[in-house]
């Protein structure tokens, strides 16, 4: 089945840690840049980030930079998300999603394919 799956979620306080992976199953992930989007309830989708195939080329949403790190492990057709200290608004569904080519073509959804997003992690952070 041609897929990408996320995990990682869960809860944390205000200054945490986490780290999703996006791993992919029926294709080869590495081919392709993958981003990260999150979406928060009654909120509009923000992107978050986005890596290109190789791995050289990184984007990230202004809010999250210094926090996150976006970075693959194409042997293992997977990519990862490392948040740190963070926020209660990171709190949101976080989704990756395939892109439609190897660059990032900046950070925006519309550069990945509507046929490969995930269901989504949810990260709660709360004290």
């Known amino acids: 089945q041609l897929q990408v799956v996320e995990s990682g979620g869960g809860f944390v306080r205000p200054g945490g840690s986490l780290r999703l992976s996006c791993a992919a199953s029926g294709f080869t992930l590495g081919n392709y840049a993958v981003g990260w989007f999150r979406q928060a309830p009654g909120k509009e989708r923000e992107d978050v980030s986005c890596i290109s195939s190789s791995g050289r080329s990184t984007h990230y949403l202004e809010s999250v930079k210094g926090r996150f790190t976006i970075s693959r492990d194409n042997a293992k057709n997977t990519v990862f998300l490392q948040m740190t200290y963070l926020k209660p608004e990171d709190t949101a569904v976080y989704y990756c999603?395939?892109?439609?080519?190897?660059?990032?073509?900046?950070?925006?959804?519309?550069?990945?394919?509507?046929?490969?997003w995930g269901r989504g992690t949810q990260v709660t952070v709360s004290s």
């Open positions: 999603a395939k892109g439609k080519y190897r660059d990032c073509h900046g950070l925006s959804a519309s550069a990945m394919d509507d046929d490969y």
